[in-house]
């Protein structure tokens, strides 16, 4: 590779056409606008954004699996729609939240069958398989067939299968989505130890946790409706809210109180809903701490009861909810309606 | 690897029971279904010529639904069942050959069916095939041509497979279906109307049966009309242009599925149908 520039994307768009009933006329979604972004090698970027957003559509575009309509994107050196057989030996893919592979074939062998048509040397794939089982805490189910394995140690399979190959860049789409608590971590360790072995490796990974995305990446890109809002060290994103004061209160239902009232305050910066079982969880910025005496009457004229109360620092979540106006969680349940 | 994959698959040898109810049963009862219709409408008349023709080219005709379905069927099995048919695409490799190695384990269960039919036939519904008598080489020849035949116009069933989302389990078994009636099967050309006859003519498999006929019967083949004029050699390249003419059309048409494929977000596209 000649470039210092793992993925390069210039004005990158991609429109589906979406064919509804006869008497329609076709529609456009358009699912990626005027991407460009740069990724370095050896950087863990990190793409974040709710469901929808247009995360995984920049991956099947990036690993040649879709064309893009506008714009162009370039993979290790390699133009991903006109040289995809450049690209393709370079890279891997891993998709989370899914339980591929073929369940009459143990861990070993489909691990194996994929390694080989990367041309692993036998030997080598197989020390290689053992010791990436290890890693992921499922050497003991080496020879499971993998119909007979939970849908989380399916997916550490196939996570182990993106990382057998030894790409140069290797894109892991929502990598921990329906994995438990530990599964995660563990997930999250071994993507650091394995960026750590080799400087030269690159890693873009999508997810809609922001707490993934702020303890792995190097960047993070903000995304939404297919456009990139943002795109910065997670520490310079959130950076940018710092002159706001934060506090996330949990509250008893609202009683008509909404997102639009709170933000109408002129202390208020912003403000994000999330409804709860017992009432709401609002975050909150506010341009200063004495502000929050009057949000708190607020409340008291509409009978809203605060139940817990806390200043915290700005996080990646309060950056999505600063530039898009609404939290992940709300964007993606607008998206659905 | 491919292959081996599709062994592996296909055989499912966890339970033997069904593997020999696929492989086994399933052929000997088409072809009893044949024989008993054949029985009925001739009043038992198994020693007319028409007989062998029927039973060898029912026989052979499992290759077709065999090898080209099985070829295209991976794409289906892949994308849907497996959802594995991204990682094949993002992976350094000629995904045509991938899909046709796929093929290779159904050419191989279909081998056996063949085998099988073939042996029931003989040895128990007076199918008469002179082994001293048989051609070899044109037999071994014709095989392996027409394997290669319908392993690639699997492949251009495995473009068109890739490019529908909805009912693509049905192109090979319909194309399949078609084929049956236009190739001379199980009835000779001229039962057809004069007007639909050409495309009979222009399907390589008519050709393929034909000669596979010749060199197990040589003579009960060449009673019927429909090729009589043409010598064994003239039918093996007549076969073998039209195998080159739908093997070159085949891995264009795939070309351009796949690109297709690749601008409409098709790849990976699962319909839970």
Known sequence: ?337 | MAAWLGWVIESNWTDPFLFAVYSIVKPISGAAILVVMYGIVTQGNFDSALFPYIYLGNAFYIYVGAVMTGVSWAVVDDREHYKTLKYMYIAPIYIPLYLLGRGVARFITGSIAVFITLAAGILFLNVKINFAEVDWLLFFVTLILGVVMLALLGLLLAGITLTVARHEGFIGEATAGALYIFSGAVFPLDVLPEWIRPVGYFMPTTYWLELLRRSLVGNVAQAFPTLANFSNLEILGILLGLSLFFGAVSIWVFKVCDARARELGLIDRTTNY
Request: glycine share 8%; proline share 3%; charged share 30%.
């Open chain 1, 1 to 337: 590779m000649s470039t210092s520039l793992a993925i390069e994307t210039k004005d990158l768009g991609r429109i589906y056409k979406l064919r509804g009933s006869k008497k329609e006329t076709r529609k456009e979604l358009v699912a990626l606008q005027d991407v460009n972004l740069t990724v370095e090698r050896g950087e863990l970027f990190g793409l974040l954004g709710p469901n929808g957003a247009g995360k995984t559509t920049l991956i099947k575009v990036l690993t040649t699996l879709l064309s893009p309509t506008s714009g162009w994107a370039r993979v290790a050196g390699a133009d991903v729609h006109a040289e995809p057989d450049l690209v393709r030996p370079r890279i891997n893919m891993v998709s989370g939240g899914e339980s591929s592979g073929y369940g009459l074939l143990t861990v070993r062998e489909n691990l194996w069958m994929f390694s080989q048509f990367y041309g692993v040397p036998s030997k080598e794939a197989n020390e290689r398989i053992e010791a990436l089982l290890e890693m992921v805490g499922m050497k003991d189910r080496i020879h499971t067939k993998s119909s007979d394995l939970s849908t989380g140690l399916r997916q550490k399979m196939n996570i182990v299968r993106g990382f057998l190959t030894d790409p140069e860049v290797l894109f892991l789409d929502e990598p921990t989505l329906g994995l438990d608590v530990g599964a995660s971590r563990d997930v999250r360790k071994f993507i650091i130890e394995w960026l750590k072995a080799d400087k030269e490796r690159t890693l873009l990974l999508t997810t809609h946790y922001m707490v993934e995305a702020d303890e792995l990446c190097d960047r993070v890109a903000i995304i939404n409706k297919g456009r990139v809002l943002a795109c910065d060290t997670p520490s310079a994103l959130k950076h940018r809210l710092q002159k706001d004061v934060l506090f996330e209160i949990q509250v008893s239902p609202l009683n008509g109180l909404n997102q639009q009232m709170l933000v109408d305050q002129p202390e208020v910066t912003k403000a994000a809903i999330t409804e709860t079982e017992t009432g709401a969880k609002l975050s909150l910025g506010l341009v200063e701490e004495s502000a929050l005496a009057r949000v708190i009457n607020l409340f008291t004229q509409r009978d809203v009861k605060v139940m817990n109360l806390n200043k915290r620092e700005p996080t990646l979540e309060d950056v999505f909810v600063d530039l898009v106006g609404r939290s992940m969680a709300e964007e993606e349940s607008n998206e659905r309606s």
